[in-house]
């Protein structure tokens, strides 16, 4: 084939391509036409090399497209960020927003700033439903960038990082020593952010972060020690998570010991278990006082009860507060551990549900009533404890200093802090006759509000 024969063809790709460079680069049709188009045999391969060619072309357009949308992000982004950053110095500097302060000629006390801080983090959380600890987070890598990180928040705000690098180098900075190791930090930081992915960047993070501060890791450890918990997660499935936050040597001695002994077990006759899953139920036995691995319940000791509900018929069981469970096991810890509780139905026996004001304490009954009524409040579990009955504090709706009974209408067993803020502050929590809570905030949130 000559080129006069080939021009044609060339000439109507190249019209195709200018055809398609004028479409939206969200023109769904105009994509789906080139890839529609039947192929053209060519002897020579030089039609072929065009659409080639031109391929990579449009796949390049797509891909600029992709990172002007992650600039884009990054930027609404370090927006909200700073937003969030600026809501909390607001509340800081003007308490009063949340909580009433008396006195105007004095200045706000430690404990009214503290709340109104409490306040705002559940305020934004309402608004942008997220949790209240992402909400703290953002504003304390708002405030890092802000006054130790100005490189690293310069590229932030161009668009030029992302918010999952900006945490990893803020959660990674925190206790530097002086400012002249944070002023080390963020510039080689700045200098090699934009080359690497989030991953790989919070590990060069946290490795320089310690070469910083090596000779502050005792004392380091001392404050992170006073912040050693338990957090147990519902999951899905009937299942949980345990989670220990912990010393280093205490949980790698565990990890060790938890080992060491699913290998013994796994080399017994007729052990089908994988090493994991003999790790998992030995965690358990040990956590729950049997050490001798054979799977009987220490009795006794058991200050607060869980209460598993069943109906009439045993089809379904639930660990309230927790979720579902299979019934042959509700009917197992029924069996074996006293220290569940099982509710019926029926009431067994009359319980006095509603006192006046002379009683401020809920009676057992009352804490017990609560505990299966907000258990079944699907709606209400955001401001609930995992596990009501075991860190549930019961609070009155209506404050007893106001009036409000000692009444079940008039109670609710949110989590502590829920408790202590809406008692100190203008947030209120109100339990809704058809389940769930109404909030509202003094800025104007209202997850209820009333139809125009």
């Known amino acids: 084939m000559n080129d006069v024969d080939l021009a044609p063809a060339v000439q109507g790709d190249a019209a195709f391509w200018a055809e398609l460079a004028d479409a939206s680069l969200f023109d769904e049709s105009a994509e789906l036409a080139f890839l529609d188009r039947p192929a053209r045999s060519a002897t020579d391969g030089l039609v072929s090399w065009a659409r080639t060619d031109s391929g990579a072309a449009l796949m390049r357009s797509v891909i600029d497209d992709a990172v002007s949308s992650q600039t884009m992000v990054n930027l609404e982004a370090a927006r909200q960020l700073f937003a969030i950053g600026r809501a909390f110095e607001y509340a800081r500097t003007d308490p009063s927003i949340y909580v009433p302060v008396g006195a105007t000629e004095r200045d706000p006390r430690a404990e009214e700033v503290d709340f109104a801080v409490r306040a705002v983090a559940f305020d934004l959380a309402q608004w942008l439903h997220l949790s209240e600890n992402t909400v703290r987070s953002m504003a304390w890598q708002a405030e890092v960038l802000n006054t130790s990180l100005p490189r690293l928040k310069e590229l932030f705000v161009s668009g030029r990082i992302s ?17 002249a190791a944070y002023a080390m930090f963020d510039e080689r930081m700045a200098g090699i952010v934009e080359k690497l992915n989030p991953g790989v960047f919070a590990r060069r993070c946290r490795l320089l972060r310690e070469r910083l501060c090596a000779d502050t890791l005792p004392e380091r450890h001392e404050d992170a020690h006073t912040k050693r918990r338990v957090v147990v997660e519902a999951a899905a499935d ?39 899953q003999v790790r998992a139920d030995l965690a ?7 050490t001798t691995g054979a799977g009987t319940h220490r009795r006794g000791g058991a200050g607060v009860r869980p209460f598993v509900l069943i109906d009439d018929a045993g089809r379904f069981a639930e660990l309230l507060g927790y979720g579902p469970i299979p019934p042959k096991q509700a009917a197992a810890a029924l069996r074996d551990a006293p220290a569940f509780r099982k509710v019926l139905a029926s009431p067994i026996r009359p319980a006095v549900l509603n006192l006046d004001t002379t009683r401020y304490r809920p009676t057992p009954d009352q804490k017990t009533w609560l505990t299966v009524k907000f258990g079944l409040d699907e709606a209400a579990a955001p401001f609930l404890p995992v596990g009501i009955v075991t860190g549930a504090e019961v609070d009155h ?25 809406k008692t100190v502050t203008r947030i ?18 209202d997850s209820d509000p009333p139809p125009f």
């Open 428 to 445: 209120r929590l109100d339990p809704k006759p058809d389940g769930g809570i109404r909030v509202r905030t003094p800025t104007g949130y």
């Open 397 to 421: 709706v209506i404050e007893r200093q106001h009036g409000g009974p000692t009444n079940v209408d008039n109670l609710a067993p949110f989590k502590p802090r829920l408790h202590r803020m």
């Open 238 to 276: 009937a299942m949980a998570w345990l989670n220990l936050h912990a010393s280093v040597m205490d949980v790698a001695q565990i990890e060790v010991a938890l080992t060491a002994e699913a290998r013994r077990l796994r080399t017994l006759p007729g052990e089908t278990r994988t090493l994991d």
């Open 284 to 290: 358990v036995q040990w956590l729950k006082g049997d």
């Open 163 to 179: 918010p999952q690098h900006v945490r990893a180098a803020v959660e990674s900075c925190t206790g530097l020593p002086d400012a």
